[in-house]
Each structure stands twice: as structure tokens, then as C-alpha cells.
């Protein structure tokens, strides 16, 4: 089974940029597609990002394309969330999941488990 800590997140500016690390145990994260998704306060939760285990794919909701960039490296059990151009629209709960099945990236209850998340907060 794989366990998830997330890390990285923080208070920063609109224009800042962040970089969140995703950190795994377990062997079968070298094997696993790794996604993010957030929670902002009295929303639901939405998909951000996420890579294939072999990160020759990534996939990215509109709302943060061109803006974040996911990445994984796997020989240190740890996937990455750059995030430039921060908006307020940006804050929320980050979290990281992994999936060992099929079906679309984009939907989070496609992934069997999420970690317990890091703040991200960015201010006008």
C-alpha cells in the first residue's frame, strides 16, 4: 500500500510561486499514476493535475494549465506540483492521491487514496 505526505504549501502573494512535493512509501508508487486536487472552503473537491507512472503523460484542469506544472521523480518516491502565478482563486487544501486502476485521470474518485494535504493560501 502507498502512504502520501504532502508538503510545501504556505501563505504567499497573487504572482508568487510555490512548489508542492508529494512523498510516498511503498513500492508500488513507482507504479502509480499520482494526481492533485484541492478543496477550497465550501467547495468541492477538484482535480488539478496528474501523471502516469512512467510521467510520458500529464494532465491538467483549465483552470491551472499553463500556470502548473506536475512532475515526478521516482527514483526519490516524490511527485511535484510547481505553481507560478498564484491567484486567490488558488487557495485551498492540496492533496495528493494515487491510483492503480483505469478510467479518467480527471476524476478524483478514480484514485484509491489521498493524503492528508498542505495549505495553500495567496493573497491579494
Known amino acids: 500500500q502507498v502512504q502520501l505526505v504532502e508538503s510545501g504549501g504556505g501563505l504567499v502573494q497573487a504572482g508568487d510561486s510555490l512548489r508542492l512535493s508529494c512523498t510516498a512509501s511503498?513500492?508500488?508508487?513507482?507504479?502509480?499514476?499520482i494526481g492533485w486536487s484541492r478543496q477550497a472552503p465550501g467547495k468541492e473537491r477538484e482535480f488539478v493535475a496528474a501523471?502516469?507512472?512512467?510521467?510520458?503523460?500529464?494532465y491538467y484542469a483549465d483552470s491551472v494549465k499553463g500556470r502548473f506544472t506536475i512532475s515526478r521523480d521516482n527514483a526519490k518516491n516524490t511527485v511535484y506540483l510547481q505553481m507560478n502565478s498564484l491567484k486567490p482563486d488558488d487557495t485551498a487544501v492540496y492533496y495528493c492521491?494515487?491510483?492503480?486502476?483505469?478510467?479518467?485521470?480527471?476524476?478524483?474518485?478514480?484514485?484509491?487514496?489521498w493524503g492528508q494535504g498542505t495549505q495553500v493560501t495567496v493573497s491579494s
Open positions: 501523471i502516469s507512472w512512467s510521467a510520458t503523460s500529464t
Open positions: 511503498g513500492r508500488a508508487f513507482r507504479y502509480s499514476a
Open positions: 492521491g494515487y491510483r492503480s486502476g483505469s478510467g479518467s485521470y480527471y476524476y478524483t474518485s478514480n484514485y484509491d487514496y
